[in-house]
C-alpha cells in the first residue's frame, strides 16, 4: 500500500511559477512510476506529468509541455511537479499518481492508476 501526500497548491497570478510536492509513504517508492494528474471544474482528470521509477523518463501533453517539469528524489520518497508561465487554463485540482507500470502508459488515456493522493487546488488568476 502506499499512500500520497501532496502539498504546495495555491493561487498564483498568470506567469508565475508553483511546485507542487508529493510525498508517499513506503519503503517501495523507488519502483513505482509516478505522475501528476489534473482535474479542472467541469472536466475529467486528465493527465499532466509522469516519470520513471529512475528518473530516466518523463512524459507530459502538449498542453504542458515546455513549462511543467516533473522530477522525483527517491531518498526522500518525493515526487515535484514545478510549474512555470502558468495560465488560468491550469487551475484545477492535480493529483499525484502512483502505478508499477511505466510512465509511457501512465500517459496514456484510460491508464488504470494504483494509488492516488487527495489533491491539491491550483489557482491561476488572469
Known amino acids: 500500500q502506499v499512500q500520497l501526500v501532496e502539498s504546495g497548491g495555491g493561487l498564483v497570478q498568470a506567469g508565475g511559477s508553483l511546485r507542487l510536492s508529493c510525498t508517499a509513504s513506503?519503503?517501495?517508492?523507488?519502483?513505482?512510476?509516478m505522475g501528476w494528474f489534473r482535474q479542472a471544474p467541469g472536466k475529467e482528470r486528465g493527465f499532466a506529468a509522469s516519470?520513471?521509477?529512475?528518473?530516466?523518463?518523463?512524459y507530459y501533453p502538449d498542453s504542458v509541455k515546455g513549462r511543467f517539469t516533473i522530477s522525483r528524489d527517491n531518498a526522500k520518497n518525493t515526487v515535484y511537479l514545478q510549474m512555470n508561465s502558468l495560465k488560468p487554463e491550469d487551475t484545477a485540482v492535480y493529483y499525484c499518481?502512483?502505478?508499477?507500470?511505466?510512465?509511457?502508459?501512465?500517459?496514456?488515456?484510460?491508464?488504470?492508476?494504483?494509488?492516488w493522493g487527495q489533491g491539491t487546488q491550483v489557482t491561476v488568476s488572469s
Open positions: 499518481a502512483a502505478d508499477p507500470s511505466t510512465a509511457y502508459r501512465m500517459s496514456l488515456p484510460g491508464s488504470d492508476i494504483n494509488f
Open positions: 513506503g519503503r517501495t517508492f523507488s519502483s513505482y512510476t
Open positions: 516519470i520513471a521509477w529512475n528518473g530516466g523518463r518523463t
